[in-house]
């Protein structure tokens, strides 16, 4: 099985700074690589798939790099609302895995 | 619009067999994969297993031996049915529908809370 280990466990950030979120995979999952942000008491939300590819309604803060093994999820000025967990997800083989989460809390 | 909802019962007794429904809307059970994923409270995701576009199932394998997904395309319905339930199988369940492409799960439902407890 694919093992994706989410990094940093929890991150405080200020709204407005840059901040960056990596999953980093057991094996390659070439770019099969999905990030999902998930709300208190909501179903999770497709960010980014493909690794990179942007999603329709999704604001152009959020952005994805990587490939293979390493992959990043970047928000360009973090705004309140964006406080949530943040999971990534590989669907390049089975059984379909998730990382343990990001959380993102205010400093 | 696409839409997935679950359904069933929201507390079952340890050792019994939990039945759940995941009724779709907006696409077509021939076309898509329908996912079961579930999250015990504070806790993060796990993959529960698919019923693909063709009939066709796999499972976790930490599941595989209590699980079973099935679906009647008729009703857009996908059944899930886990045996010998324990109380760290309480958890919110939830269906989602998986790009056939990629394996990104585009559409989820709201989720059910189901909770393991006599």
């Known amino acids: 099985d694919v093992v994706l280990t989410q990094s940093p466990a929890t991150l405080s950030v200020t709204p407005g700074e840059r901040i960056s979120l990596s999953c980093r995979a057991s094996e390659s999952v070439d770019t099969y690589l999905h990030w999902y942000q998930q709300k208190p008491n909501e179903s999770p939300r497709l960010l980014i798939k493909y690794a990179s590819q942007s999603i329709s309604g999704i604001p152009s803060r959020f952005s994805g790099s990587g490939s293979g093994t390493d992959f990043t999820l970047s928000i360009n000025g973090v705004e309140l609302e964006d406080l949530s967990i943040y999971y990534c997800?590989?669907?390049?083989?089975?059984?379909?895995?998730f990382g343990a989460g990001t959380k993102l809390e205010l400093k | 619009q696409v839409q997935l909802k679950e359904s069933g019962p929201g507390l079952v007794q340890p050792s019994e067999t939990l039945s759940l429904t995941c009724t779709v809307s907006?696409?077509?059970?021939?076309?898509?994969?329908v996912n079961w994923v579930r999250q015990p409270p504070g806790k993060g995701l796990e993959w529960m297993g698919t019923i693909w576009n063709d009939g066709s199932t796999d499972y976790n394998s930490a599941l595989k031996s209590r699980l079973s997904i099935s679906r009647d395309t008729s009703k857009s319905q996908v059944f899930l049915k886990m045996n010998s339930l324990q109380t760290e199988d309480t958890a919110i369940y939830l269906c989602?529908?998986?790009?056939?492409?990629?394996?990104?799960?585009?559409?989820w439902g709201q989720g059910t809370l189901v909770t393991v407890s006599s």
């Open positions: 989602a529908r998986e790009d056939y492409y990629d394996g990104s799960f585009a559409y």
């Open positions: 907006g696409f077509s059970l021939t076309s898509y994969g």
């Open positions: 997800q590989q669907g390049n083989s089975l059984p379909r895995t």
